[in-house]
């Protein structure tokens, strides 16, 4: 009787030292000591840093301060009284889409360690006037001719600038859709072109009735 439960005892010593150890032999410390901390993997790990290309760099950093403008008009009409409740109601629209689309873009900037752009647009916008063939943006002059506009005026030559702007945001997302690499980036491009273009089909509209 002795004999069996010194060789039931010698058993489960065995068992509870094999379980200690993994299948080469090594001590698991995870097993013999719960204090040990678990490092854990995750396949929802954020994209990581390389998964974008230059394109999505130019993208983000020239979207920006042409997304920036955008929201500065919108704020002047916002601001002005006799303008057309269409209008105003476009107007806000724009604001309420760019100003997290900004930030959202800023984000990735950093995420990448790319620069960020300068907001006032640098060399995008002409002092001439509306750059119509390139990216949209408006001069000093435009935008002045815009604060100094009232009601009906306004009303006209928002929509006119918005509609250029539009149509320079389009080239430019259209841009990022062929040569992006950043799935986010070339959805957001990709919304920005369905977006815009309903809103420029939008204002024409309200142009005729003006």
């Given at each position: 009787?002795?004999?069996?439960?010194?060789?039931?005892?010698?058993?489960?010593?065995?068992?509870?030292?094999?379980?200690?150890?993994?299948?080469?032999?090594?001590?698991?410390?995870?097993?013999?000591d719960?204090?040990?901390?678990?490092?854990?993997?995750?396949?929802?790990?954020?994209?990581?840093?390389?998964?974008?290309?230059?394109?999505?760099?130019?993208?983000?950093?020239s979207?920006i301060?042409?997304?920036?403008?955008?929201?500065?008009?919108?704020?002047?009409?916002?601001?002005?009284?006799?303008?057309?409740?269409?209008?105003?109601?476009?107007?806000?629209?724009?604001?309420?889409?760019?100003?997290?689309?900004?930030?959202?873009?800023?984000?990735?900037?950093?995420?990448?360690?790319?620069?960020?752009?300068?907001?006032?647009?640098?060399m995008?916008?002409?002092?001439?006037?509306?750059?119509?063939?390139?990216?949209?943006?408006?001069?000093m002059?435009?935008?002045?001719?815009?604060?100094?506009?009232?009601g009906?005026?306004?009303?006209?030559?928002?929509?006119?600038?918005?509609?250029?702007?539009?149509?320079?945001?389009?080239?430019?997302?259209?841009?990022?859709?062929?040569?992006?690499?950043?799935?986010?980036?070339?959805?957001?491009?990709?919304?920005?072109?369905?977006?815009?273009?309903?809103?420029?089909?939008?204002?024409?509209?309200?142009?005729?009735?003006?």
């Open positions: 009787m002795k004999h069996a439960r010194a060789l039931r005892a010698i058993a489960i010593a065995t068992t509870l030292t094999l379980a200690a150890c993994g299948s080469d032999g090594s001590v698991d410390t995870a097993a013999s719960p204090s040990s901390p678990t490092v854990a993997t995750s396949s929802d790990a954020a994209t990581s840093a390389g998964d974008h290309n230059e394109a999505d760099v130019m993208f983000a950093q979207m301060p042409h997304h920036a403008q955008a929201v500065e008009m919108s704020d002047i009409v916002l601001a002005k009284d006799g303008v057309d409740e269409r209008v105003l109601a476009i107007a806000q629209q724009v604001k309420d889409a760019q100003g997290p689309e900004i930030t959202q873009m800023q984000g990735w900037l950093e995420g990448w360690g790319a620069e960020m752009p300068d907001m006032s647009g640098g995008m916008g002409q002092d001439g006037g509306m750059d119509h063939s390139t990216n949209g943006m408006m001069s002059q435009d935008m002045q001719s815009l604060q100094d506009a009232d009906a005026q306004a009303s006209r030559l928002f929509l006119e600038q918005m509609t250029a702007h539009h149509q320079g945001a389009i080239m430019m997302a259209q841009a990022e859709v062929e040569n992006g690499q950043a799935a986010d980036a070339v959805a957001l491009a990709e919304m920005i072109v369905s977006t815009q273009q309903d809103e420029i089909a939008e204002m024409t509209g309200i142009l005729e009735t003006l």
